[in-house]
């Protein structure tokens, strides 16, 4: 059975599974000292990640996600993003926030599969803010896209 608990003192911080969603090693530490991270568990072995971070007294923030491939498409992060909306409604925040990039496909998918709605884009964000150029599915990461997630507003639509 998967288990997601906050992560431990004693815990080893998933950072191989963090750099498969940042490649910057430098953002992935701010937000590990900015939010809480959450370890999937599956017998022990930890398999996903997630980092939440508030942004105000209404919005928290996804700034990580990441299931390890092997497990891709076995509904591990979608079950993320559940603790997630629970952690944003028990702790009284309206709205669940995430960034991702313009080239990054199934992640788009993911999101708007899990009731996700497209908010606003920050054109050339990753062009700014990433010292490497990101290519994926044969596409310049430039814009990000901002989606959100509202408990009063929030259906997936299949
Ligand atoms: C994004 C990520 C967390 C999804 O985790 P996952 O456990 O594979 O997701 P799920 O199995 O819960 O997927 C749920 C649905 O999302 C959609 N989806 C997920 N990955 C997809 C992909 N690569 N392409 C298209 N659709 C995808 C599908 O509709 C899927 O349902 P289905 O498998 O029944 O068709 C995982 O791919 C990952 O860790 N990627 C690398 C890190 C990353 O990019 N993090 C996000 C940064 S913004």
């Not at 919005?59 to 603790?83: F, S």
């Not at 629970?86 to 999101?111: K, P």
């Amino acid at each position: 059975m998967l288990t997601i608990t906050p992560l431990s003192p004693t815990d080893e911080t998933p950072l191989s599974l963090l750099l498969l969603a940042d490649p910057s090693i430098k953002k992935v530490r701010a937000s590990l000292a900015q939010g809480t991270c959450y370890l999937a568990r599956l017998q022990d072995k930890t398999i996903g990640c997630l980092v939440l971070v508030p942004l105000s007294q209404q919005t928290i923030e996804i700034m990580n996600i990441a299931v390890d491939p092997t497990y891709h498409r076995q509904g591990i992060g979608t079950q993320l993003l559940a603790y997630a909306k629970t952690m944003v409604q028990r702790e009284g925040y309206a709205t669940l926030e995430v960034g991702t990039g313009n080239s990054s496909i199934g992640q788009l998918a993911f999101y708007q599969k899990a009731g996700f709605r497209m908010v606003d884009i920050q054109p050339d964000f990753f062009l700014l803010h990433y010292d490497e150029p990101i290519i994926e599915n044969g596409i310049l990461c430039r814009d990000m896209i901002r989606l959100q997630f509202s408990h009063f507003t929030g259906k997936t639509t299949l």
